[in-house]
């Protein structure tokens, strides 16, 4: 064990949040570990999707744990009540700066996860000056953070250019990069140009496991949902790039149309307060807080449909993460979204759902109803979920291609 290379890894996300990056960065972690990597991880306080930090966490300016054979480090930063650009700037500055003041335990592999980017170039900047022999270091693309700010705003202005320019000379500075998704690649080259000999893609996999043994109706019971009712849940961030004011408009509608649909929003995010706003007298939606994992995978499987939406716009920042946990629950899908995106790309890969398009409400409630009512094609939509998760999303088959990955990094710095 001893001989095995030394890795740090840095990310502002990391169990125990549910949702996003935080599940594959553990789990990349945690894999490494059992394959006799000497793990160390810089993150942040928990924090997503509720955007707070929790009481046990809340006063801490450091806290150092150990998990799953891991050694972590937690480094206090801040963490916007409200989104706009300066307070997303503000948090990832003042993470970076922790992580670059905190020791890295001389490792032989450093990987930084984006779209924490701000915190990643101060990653790049402190190996660049380091003194002495410098650890490899490796960029893990899960959204690219200046289509973001493109797709988000627009895309001439000042914070677009920086954010490209930035994120181009990240990309640069890294001795290999992992894309989750093959279509990020040709962002990278044409758009930042990276070179594509360092880019590898390694697909995000299925993190939450299948409970075939949960009671459906039980659950339903327990979440307060009617047998004969429709369920459209959308499960996760309630963010910007969301945009699930069509979600809400799609309920309003039911309501004026009296249908047989109940649209539920399970998360949290900084857009929370202001769809609650919305939804007032609103009788087909609801908004409920996240779940613990075992009710959130009932929760997923007790639905009729599982819904990703997306503002309109956004199709190649970021695949939505939801996605590996929506296939393996065995509940169709309709994703209302770019027809080109990322993820309605997916959804056709896997043929386990629908597409419509995105911002359009009445074009949501048709598919919803039409799909509501035909319990055969949820059936194999469902079913072709599970088959794509186990054949494409497999974490082990994952965390082999990063000691693949991290191997030929090392080998390639020796010659």
Known sequence: MDDQPSVTVLGINYAPEPFGIAPYTTGLCRGLASRGYRVNVVTGMPHYPEWRVPAEYR?????????????IKRVRHSVP????????????????????????????????????????????????????????????????????????????????RFA??????????????????SQFRSQLVQRLQADPAKITTIRNWTHVEST?????????????????????????????????????????????????????????????????????????LEIRDPLPQGDYVAALKAADILLVNEKPGVSEMSIPSKLTS????????????????????????????????????????EAAASLGRDASLRKQLGANGIEYAAAELSEAASIDKFDHWIQRMLATQKT
């Open 326 to 365: 929506y296939f393996q629950s065995g509940t169709p899908v309709v994703a209302a979204v770019g027809s080109d995106s990322n993820a309605a790309q997916e959804i056709r890969r896997s043929r386990a759902g629908i597409v419509v398009d995105g911002g359009d409400p009445v074009c949501l409630i």
């Open 59 to 71: 006063w801490k300016w450091t806290s150092l744990e150990t998990m799953d054979g891991v050694s």
């Open 164 to 181: 490209s320019k930035l994120e181009s000379w990240v990309m640069r500075e890294a001795d290999g990069i992992v894309v989750a998704h």
């Open 212 to 284: 075939d043994e949960s009671d459906r109706a039980a659950s339903r019971g327990r979440l307060g949902w009617a047998d004969n009712e429709t369920v459209v849940l959308h499960a996760g961030n309630m963010g910007v790039k969301q945009g699930l004011e069509n979600v809400i408009r799609a309920a309003q509608v039911a309501d004026n149309d009296n249908l047989n649909l109940r649209f539920v929003l399970m998360g949290d995010g900084n857009q929370r307060c202001t769809l609650e706003a919305m939804a007032r007298q609103t009788h087909h």
């Open 81 to 160: 009540k409200r989104a706009s650009n300066l307070r997303r700037l503000l948090m990832e500055a003042t993470f970076g700066a922790r992580g670059v003041a905190s020791r890295w335990h001389e490792p032989d592999v450093v990987i930084c996860t984006t779209p924490a980017l701000i915190s990643t170039a101060a990653q790049c900047l402190r190996r660049r000056v380091s003194v002495g022999r410098r650890p490899v270091l490796g960029v893990w693309v899960q959204d690219l953070y200046s289509v973001g700010v493109s797709e988000t705003q627009d895309p001439g202005s000042a914070a677009a």
